[in-house]
């Protein structure tokens, strides 16, 4: 098909104005309608693409759009799909139909605006992970922010209006930041390689062999908007608010791939860009994921709050992926892709099922419920198949990306620290030790509450949301192969990005060219990559 990324990226803002235009139930049909068919659409760029096919000069299925400020700076609409990018977008576009059909009795006011500003949403987020050029990039960062701030600012709990203030400010103060280094790099870039036109394409930028002396505060400038998107410990303080006071719909897709956008920035952007910068950071960062993930999982325990539990709990997952990120090896740079979509599966998940609960009790408050297993068999089973996959069980999701990190972690010469993975390894086990605490409060022992004998187990729409998440987990726990499959070029080709770039000294090679195997020096008399 053709500019099926176009398609992907932009159906549902065509969605969002054909929501503005209906009325009554029809605005949740067409919201369903719109997202259900961006996903089988998307299903044509998993069929589309070829990780055998090298994206290390042009990504597959790219659109690009030239001119938008004449000759004078090289910004561009540029998007395409690579092996690091295609799994999150998939992701995305999946989550879409789900979040439509959990907020169909949740949301009880002001339907249109919520309909509209998901599917804008999806389309910031899509965009997100689809962009080649960085001011592109940019732009679909900041974009997801507002609709964001308007569900948990309109539909979220008693806090809403603070949470999402906090989530705002936090986001933009790194997103600005990132901004003034972005501007740097651009102009720093075009004089290198670009004939000096300023330039925001990726690929033009990784061929910049960027001095020492400057990548070190660009480097932080970047990894800095990253964190706080994570969220990294200790910038992770918006982030329970955040899910608490959001509705069912928002944190799942807060979860699910929000969250995901730090992570990937920090592997598509700081690792390539800043090789020598990321290298030097590397340790700093690994010590900030570990003591993420001991203090998200050690929070966690001591909630009350199923919602906050959960919330804590992508603390500690999402440290996982940001050692992996900073290990700089193929396997735990694998674990990481991998496991940020395990964890917006299991995650997203969870965040189902307590929403789930709280329509039919209105409360997340753990001891207000007990002996949940005798009046709901369906939901709890679904509730332990889920903890399982996220507290890690070998043949589920969240055991495949946990032990490849792990594993590379271990054997990294870059953090070189394996008394470091001994603690990170502890997280493991606090998983399973706070959400099977969560379970067994809210499942088992004796009824705590005459509502809870005759509360409603599953319907169909529920079983319709979890049912393809469950059998993501099974697939991902027992055949990854074919989603490891599709990163492993791109992930083997990052390494050797940052291999080439680390091994010339900036000075003497600012400009750096593919020969179809690597990046080398450009010849002294090669003309500048022009537009």
Not at 2 to 10: L, P
Not at 283 to 292: D, N, Q, Y
Not at 340 to 353: D, Q, R, V, Y
């Amino acid at each position: 098909m053709s500019n099926i990324t176009s398609i992907v990226i932009f159906l549902p803002l065509v969605g969002a104005i054909l929501t503005l235009l209906t009325r009554g139930n029809a605005i949740k049909w067409t919201a369903l309608a719109v997202t259900s068919v961006t996903f089988l659409v998307s299903l044509g760029i998993l069929a589309g693409f070829d990780p055998s096919v090298s994206t290390a000069t042009a990504p597959q299925m790219a659109d690009m759009l030239d001119g938008w400020f004449g000759d004078r700076l090289d910004i561009k609409y540029y998007v395409g799909i690579d092996g690091l990018n295609i799994l999150l977008i998939l992701l995305t576009t999946l989550l879409g139909p789900i979040v439509v059909l959990s907020s169909w009795n949740y949301i009880g006011k002001n339907h249109k605006a919520y309909y509209t500003l998901l599917l804008i949403l999806q389309t910031g987020v899509t965009g997100v992970f689809a962009s080649y050029d960085i001011f592109l990039f940019y732009i679909f960062f900041e974009l997801t922010l507002i609709p964001m701030y308007f569900i948990i600012g309109i539909w979220g709990g008693e806090d809403r209006v603070y949470a999402a203030v906090k989530f705002v400010l936090y986001t933009l103060v790194g997103s600005l930041l990132m901004l003034v280094a972005l501007l740097a790099l651009g102009y720093a870039a075009g004089d290198a390689v670009n004939g000096g036109v300023f330039t925001t394409d990726w690929f033009k930028l990784v061929s910049y062999n960027m001095p020492l002396e400057t990548q070190g505060w660009m480097f932080l400038l970047f990894a800095l908007a990253f964190a706080i998107k994570v969220p990294l410990f200790p910038l992770h303080t918006w982030l329970p608010d955040a899910h608490v006071q959001a509705p069912t719909g928002g944190s799942v897709i807060l979860a699910g791939v929000l969250l995901k956008m730090g992570t990937y920035g920090l592997l598509k952007f700081c690792l390539p860009f800043f090789p020598d910068a990321a290298k030097e950071y590397a340790m700093m960062f690994a010590i900030l994921a570990v003591i993420g993930i001991v203090y998200g999982a050690l929070v966690s325990r001591a909630q009350t709050d199923a919602k906050k539990l959960v919330a804590y709990s992508s603390v500690s997952h999402l440290g996982f992926v940001v050692l992996g990120i900073f290990a700089f090896t193929t396997e735990a740079l694998q674990g990481a892709v991998i496991q940020m979509i395990n964890h917006g599966i299991s995650t997203g998940a969870l965040f189902l099922i307590v929403g789930m609960l709280y329509e039919r009790r209105h409360t997340r408050e753990m001891s207000d419920y007990g002996g949940l297993a005798k009046s709901v068999p369906v939901l709890t089973f679904f509730m332990i198949f889920t903890v399982l996959a996220s507290a890690g069980l070998p043949g589920l999701n969240g055991f495949v990306g946990e032990f490849m990190i792990l594993m590379g972690s271990f054997k990294s010469t870059v953090i070189g620290s394996p008394l470091l993975i001994a603690f990170a390894t502890t997280g493991v086990i606090l998983a399973a030790v706070y959400l099977l605490w969560m379970v067994y409060r809210m499942f088992w022992g004796p009824l705590t509450s005459e509502e809870n004998t005759s509360m409603a187990d599953l319907n169909f729409r529920e079983l319709a949301l979890l049912a393809p998440l469950a059998i993501l987990m099974v697939w991902m726990g027992f055949g990854p192969k074919p989603f490891l499959e599709l990163s492993e070029p791109a992930t083997a080709n990052l390494l050797q990005v940052i291999e080439d770039k680390q091994a010339y000294d900036p000075a003497e090679v600012p400009r750096l060219v593919y020969d179809g195997t690597r990046y080398v020096p450009a010849a002294p008399d090669q003309p500048l990559a022009l537009r």
